[in-house]
């Protein structure tokens, strides 16, 4: 069983295949489940979840199935982050290519309840062509890759939050915060206030240690700029949550 991981689901999935693991709970098809995740390595300290795990990349699709047949896989589920496409597209092409059961495993996306002021679009770079009309001070909450696209907004304060410090080429004008989730709500109505923040940019990655953001910009009545998700690739099937995962899993063990 390969989960390609780096998500808070991703995690609790390995941590409920585990439990199926520890001797005189598991079935005698869960017991032959054995995990592994792999990781992107893109930070640096990542928290490791139970079972084993690589860190890099696979080589694309190829290298992904050439893993995928020396290690016997029965199934792969797709837990990366949401915006993670490449990843998630070259796990479609090697599982068509070895006929191995894909799954999605997606967190909800955030909706946007009464008094929000949202403005979607597809890309960092339409973010960033949307910006300068929205605010003057924006709080940049989509992770330290992609930061070039907002490089060229001199007129445009940013505060960047994310969990390892971002290389160049940044904004001229950017103040870096290192920090890791989950986020108070309290800790993100201060943010606002201090850095005087009258916009906040974000993807749309779901889940609840990043939402405060969301109530407090509400609260703050200033506008957000959602990133929408990418597409998961056609045909792949999607799970909601780690408990449906592994469910899903489970199935695949006993046909293996």
């Given amino acids: 069983m390969l989960i390609l991981g780096g998500t808070t689901e991703a995690r609790h999935l390995a ?16 017991r032959r489940t054995l995990v592994t ?21 696979f080589g694309g699709p190829e290298g992904l ?52 002021d949202w403005h979607h679009v597809p ?17 940049l909450t989509t992770g330290r890759t992609g930061l070039a696209a907002f490089a060229h907004l001199d007129a445009t304060w940013f505060l960047v939050r994310s969990v390892d ?7 001229r004008q950017t103040e870096v915060l290192l920090d890791r989730g989950p986020f108070s709500l309290e800790g993100e109505r201060a943010l606002i206030r201090e850095h005087r923040i009258d916009v ?18 509400r609260e703050a009545g200033i506008p957000v700029l959602v990133v929408d998700r990418p597409p998961v690739p056609q045909g792949v099937p999607v799970a909601e949550s780690a408990r449906a995962a592994a469910t899903w899993v489970r199935a695949r063990t006993r046909d293996a």
């Fill in 65 to 116: 199935a050439d893993w995928l047949r020396s290690h016997a896989v029965d199934a792969v589920v797709d837990a990366t982050h949401p915006f993670a496409e490449r990843m998630s597209f070259n796990a479609a092409a090697a599982c068509a290519a070895t006929g191995t059961p894909l799954l999605a495993l997606r967190r909800p996306a955030w909706t946007p309840a009464p008094g929000d």
């Fill in 165 to 171: 410090a971002p290389t160049a080429p940044l904004p």
């Fill in 15 to 30: 941590e409920a295949l585990a439990e199926d693991l520890a001797e005189g709970t598991a079935t005698p098809e869960t």
């Fill in 200 to 217: 906040l940019v974000t993807k749309a990655s779901g889940g609840s240690a990043t939402a405060p953001k969301l109530t407090a910009a």
């Fill in 123 to 139: 890309t960092l770079a339409a973010a960033a062509a949307a910006l300068p009309a929205l605010g003057r001070r924006a709080f």
């Fill in 37 to 57: 995740t792999s990781l992107a390595g893109r930070v640096t300290h990542p928290t490791l979840p139970p079972g084993a795990s690589r860190i890099g990349g």
